[in-house]
Nanobody, 121 residues
Framework: QVQLVESGGRLVEAGGSLRLSCAAS????????MAWFRQAPGKEREFVAA????????YYTDSVKGRFTISRDNAKNTVLLQMNSLKPEDTAIYYC??????????????WGQGTQVTVSS
């Protein structure tokens, strides 16, 4: 059973930075794509960024390109999301996920419990 635990979310001012971490444990994760999604109050969960486990190829949703960077440390089974130039509209619960890849929620079978990111204006 794959387990994912997020950390790093907190209150930050607009323009600030945060780094989210996702610690993965359980069966070997090679072959899984690791991703970050977010869900704001009253909205559907949306894709943020993903990275393939073996080759480290990242991809992002347009609204975070140039501001967010996803990376992974295979030795530590950790995926990071560096978030810079944060905006109030980035406020959401951020979820780590493992699965087949892409930007669709249904392609990811494993999810963490989420970490709250709040950006004040």
């Amino acid at each position: 059973q794959v387990q994912l635990v997020e950390s790093g979310g907190r209150l930050v001012e607009a323009g600030g930075s945060l780094r989210l971490s996702c610690a993965a444990s359980g069966p070997v994760l090679s072959g899984y794509t690791m991703a970050w999604f977010r869900q704001a109050p009253g909205k559907e969960r949306e894709f943020v960024a993903a990275i393939t486990w073996n080759y480290g190829t990242p991809y992002y949703t347009d609204s975070v390109k140039g501001r967010f960077t996803i990376s992974r440390d295979n030795a530590k089974n950790t995926v990071l999301l560096q978030m810079n130039s944060l905006k109030p509209e980035d406020t959401a619960i951020y979820y780590c996920a493992a699965g087949e890849g892409g930007s669709v929620v249904g392609r990811y079978g494993y999810w963490g419990q989420g970490t709250q990111v709040t950006v004040s204006s």
